[in-house]
C-alpha cells in the first residue's frame, strides 16, 4: 500500500524556536510537497519539489525552508517559529506527472 | 495564485439525504478533482476529472466537470454516517511545463451527517 509517513503527530513548541517538521514516502514518487491546513483556508502550498535537491516556491513560502536530500524525503523547515505559524501541515507526494496526491496523516503544530 | 471558492462551507443533513456541493474558480483548469478528508488523517482521492462536461461516478458519489472548465460539482447520494468529513476540491493547470502536479485547493466543505 502507498505510504507517507509524518514523523510527528502532534508538535507543541516556543516562538523563536526552529522546528522541523519529517516526511517519508515509500512510493518512489519524483514530487513531493507541504500544505499547510487552517479552517475556512482550506490547504495551502507552502514549498514543493521535483526532484532530489530542486524545490519551488508555492504560494505562501514567507517563513519556511525545505530540504530534499533524499527522494523519499521532504523536510519542512520554520527557521524561526511563529505564532501564526500554528496550523496543521500535511505533506503529500505524486508521480511526475500525477495529479493524484498521496496525503500524510498532518502534523498539528502549536507555536507557543 | 489561482483561487477556488467552494460552496458550502458546512453542511448538516440527515442520514439518507442526498448532498450537493460545487467549486469555482477565476481560472480554467485540465483537470479536477474531489478529495474527502476524514477526521486524523490526510486528505484522500475521491474522483478525478479530465475533461470539460465530464460526468464521473464512484459508488455514491458523482462528480462533473464543468462545461467552461471554471467549475465542479460533486453529489453524494443517500448518505451514511460514514461520509462525514470534510470535502475539498482541486484543480490543476496541467501536465508538463511547471505544473509538476501542483494542485490548487477550495476551502472545504464540512460534512455533517445525523443519524
Known amino acids: 500500500d502507498v505510504k507517507v509517513t509524518q514523523s510527528s503527530r502532534y508538535l507543541v513548541k516556543r516562538t523563536g524556536e526552529k522546528v522541523f517538521l519529517e516526511c517519508v514516502q515509500d512510493m518512489d514518487h519524483e514530487n513531493m510537497f507541504w500544505y499547510r491546513q487552517d479552517p475556512g483556508l482550506g490547504l495551502r502550498l507552502i514549498y514543493f519539489s521535483y526532484d532530489v535537491k530542486m524545490k519551488e516556491k508555492g504560494d505562501i513560502p514567507e517563513g519556511y525552508s525545505v530540504s530534499r536530500e533524499k527522494k523519499e524525503r521532504f523536510s519542512l523547515i520554520l527557521e524561526s517559529a511563529s505564532t501564526n505559524q500554528t496550523s496543521m501541515y500535511l505533506c503529500?507526494?505524486?508521480?511526475?506527472?500525477?495529479?493524484?496526491?498521496?496525503f500524510g496523516s498532518g502534523t498539528q503544530l502549536s507555536v507557543l | 495564485g489561482q483561487q477556488l471558492n467552494q460552496s458550502p462551507q458546512s453542511m448538516f443533513i440527515q442520514e439518507g439525504e442526498d448532498v450537493s456541493m460545487n467549486c469555482t474558480s477565476s481560472?480554467?483548469?485540465?483537470?479536477w478533482l474531489w478529495y474527502k478528508q476524514d477526521p486524523g488523517e490526510g486528505p484522500v482521492l475521491l474522483i478525478a476529472l479530465y475533461k470539460a462536461g465530464e460526468l464521473t461516478s464512484n459508488g455514491r458519489l458523482t462528480a462533473q466537470f464543468g462545461i467552461t472548465r471554471k467549475d465542479s460539482f460533486l453529489n453524494i447520494s443517500a448518505s451514511i454516517p460514514s461520509d462525514v468529513g470534510i470535502y475539498f476540491c482541486?484543480?490543476?493547470?496541467?501536465?508538463?511545463?511547471?505544473?509538476?502536479?501542483?494542485?490548487?485547493f477550495g476551502q472545504g466543505t464540512i460534512l455533517t451527517v445525523h443519524p
Open positions: 481560472s480554467i483548469f485540465n483537470t
Open positions: 503529500a507526494s505524486s508521480i511526475n506527472t500525477g495529479e493524484k496526491l498521496f
Open positions: 482541486a484543480g490543476q493547470l496541467g501536465a508538463g511545463g511547471t505544473s509538476y502536479g501542483k494542485l490548487t
